[in-house]
């Protein structure tokens, strides 16, 4: 009777996508396991499985993993919104962030009123309040682009947490 | 007589690709040739075919803006291997989160004194009667104002954190703070 071997354990989903057999010494095995299509068909089709497997053979193994990870959430992101991708998320942060600061800004303000009679209130870096004038501009990166909208600046839900 | 003057000047991707930058080239408008090194990048991480995919699949106004996005994203991987741009989004993230809440300890105190208090280090009151009875002036600063969605801080409904970063504000390796700027 011929024994029937056990087959090699499954492809990844990278080479099941590129239709290539999975060696053991796949770059991609670790990262991309056959029950995460999805993941390797999105960089893929982003950043091409070359551009990905040079990208990875610079890092050091140990930081591959999150490596892959950005790389994914990029692409995500690079599909989702061809136009802008992560720079979308950045514009929309770095917009929210002066909106907050303008707000601390003037709530401390409020504060230092209200608590005139004692010591005025240092903020973290040991100076006074800081001015309206002294906060950083909004915009800045967003008028780089032409076409980047109100909507796309006001839609945070669409940007995963990566936190 | 021949006249093209486009002829003559091949752009910045047919010369790292070594073709001849025919008239109607996808990538001459936005890949001039004093800025090589901006094709080299995105060739490097995205590849010329990918972008070629990408813009032909947008409308010819998104696609200015399609290469700048790609070409700092391109460079932000380049400059970070392991982040890329996905370094600054979470670098941001945290600077949002801190900032909200230390509008939220501020807007608490505000409250504190409205009432005659003097602030501690008790957590705000809930709920918002003792807001909607001051005078506008004295209510805290409604950080949540523009804000779309509710809370004032995003979470994609639906969509599980995808990973923890081991944030260490700086692009691989470094664990100084201050990172994540291009």
């Known amino acids: 009777m011929r024994n029937h071997e056990p087959r090699a354990s499954s492809s990844c989903a990278a080479c099941k996508l590129l239709k290539r057999r999975c060696t053991p010494s796949c770059i991609f095995a670790p990262y991309f396991r056959s029950d995460e299509p999805k993941k390797f068909a999105k960089v893929h089709k982003v950043f091409g499985a070359s551009n990905v497997s040079k990208i990875l053979n610079e890092v050091p193994e140990e930081q591959r993993d999150e490596t892959v990870n950005s790389l994914a959430y990029e692409a995500e992101a690079r599909l989702r919104d061809p136009v802008y991708g992560c720079i979308g998320a950045i514009a929309l942060l770095q917009r929210r962030m002066v909106e907050l600061q303008v707000d601390l800004a003037i709530a401390r303000a409020r504060l230092a009123r209200y608590s005139a009679s004692s010591p005025p209130i240092l903020n973290d870096h040991g100076s006074m309040i800081p001015t309206l004038a002294e906060l950083p501009a909004c915009g800045g990166f967003a008028d780089c682009f032409s076409q980047i909208s109100s909507d796309t600046m006001n839609d945070l839900s669409q940007f995963p947490y990566i936190f | ?182």
């Open chain 2, 1 to 182: 007589m021949a006249s093209s003057s486009s002829y003559n000047c091949p752009c910045a991707a047919c010369k790292f690709l070594r073709r001849k930058c025919m008239p109607g080239c996808i990538f001459a408008p936005y890949f001039p040739p004093e800025e090589p090194q901006k094709f080299a990048n995105v060739h490097k991480i995205f590849g010329a075919s990918n972008v070629t995919k990408l813009l032909n699949e947008l409308l010819p106004h998104q696609r200015e803006d399609a290469v700048n996005s790609l070409a700092y994203e391109a460079e932000a991987r380049v400059r970070d291997p392991v982040y890329g741009c996905v370094g600054a989004i979470s670098f941001l993230q945290r600077q949002v989160h801190r900032l909200q809440k230390e509008l939220e300890a501020a807007n608490a105190d505000l409250i504190r004194y409205a009432c005659n208090e003097v602030p501690t280090a008790l957590p705000a009151p809930p709920g918002a009667s003792s807001i909607e009875s001051m005078a506008p002036r004295q209510r805290p600063v409604e950080y949540n104002r523009r804000m779309g969605n509710e809370g004032g801080y995003y979470q994609a409904p639906g969509m599980p954190m995808p990973y923890n970063l081991p944030w260490n504000d700086n692009p691989s390796g470094d664990t100084d703070g201050g990172g994540g700027n291009m």
